[in-house]
């Protein structure tokens, strides 16, 4: 299996631009996660997904924020408009059990001008 | 309010001794711990876990211990190499980690020659 992958790698946008950050996560895993890496917060919970469905998304930061997982192999977050503070490393990771550990993506890094 | 906590941003230790790493919690409910590992420009990988019925747990050279007592646990690396730094998130859930790890801000750890 070629692990978590997200796209793109890097990303740099003007500010109120939409951004969009695709994640593939890893055949068989039901569950799926975002979150963000910033320098003050670490990294940060933003939503989860189990067989496809939002559980908890109380992390998302706005309403700006949004995330959908169509199918059990693709998952979206959006950002809309984006802004400079939104500037972070964005990871995706999923599992099976959560046990020992998800298999994180190599993330997205977004930087908002 | 961080849940998890990691007091140490970084960490320097020769090659050959121990490196310890610490990693504090404030939530009673937590359950299971997990030590992750991250390489720039990587995403975090999996190191090791323990459950809080247990006080230790060892892999190789790696060791987590767990003092639910003091909501304190460690990793430690015995001996350090140079393949060794890395930036160390430590992480905490309740129930099995199928709802999202809490992870603290991270340790940078240096292996000097």
């Known amino acids: 299996d070629a692990g978590v992958i997200q796209s793109p790698r890097h990303e740099v946008t003007e500010m109120g631009q939409e951004v969009t950050l695709r994640c593939k996560p890893i055949?068989?895993?039901?569950?799926l996660f975002w979150y963000r890496q910033t320098m003050m917060r670490g990294l940060e919970l933003l939503i989860y997904?189990?067989?496809?469905?939002?559980?908890?998304d109380s992390g998302m930061p706005e309403d700006r924020f949004s995330a959908k997982m169509p199918n059990a192999s693709f998952s979206t977050l959006k950002i809309q408009p984006s802004e400079p503070r939104d500037s972070a490393v964005y990871f995706c990771?999923?599992?099976?059990?959560?046990?020992?550990?998800?298999?994180f993506g190599s993330g997205t890094r977004l930087t908002v001008v | 309010d961080q849940q998890v906590k990691q007091n140490s941003p970084s960490l320097s230790v020769q090659e050959g001794r121990i490196s310890i790493l610490n990693c504090d919690y404030t939530n009673s409910m937590f359950d299971y711990f997990l030590w992750y590992k991250k390489y720039p420009a990587e995403g975090p990988t999996f190191l090791i876990s323990i459950s809080s019925i247990k006080d230790k747990n060892e892999d190789g050279r790696f060791t987590v211990f767990l003092n639910k007592s003091a909501k304190h646990l460690s990793l430690h690396i015995v001996p350090s190499q140079p393949g060794d730094s890395a930036v160390y998130f430590c992480a905490a859930d309740i129930g099995g980690g199928a709802d999202g790890l809490t992870f603290g801000k991270g340790t940078h750890l240096i292996i000097q020659p």
């Open positions: 997904f189990n067989n496809n469905v939002p559980i908890d």
């Open positions: 055949s068989g895993h039901n569950s």
């Open positions: 990771a999923s599992s099976w059990t959560g046990k020992d550990g998800y298999t």
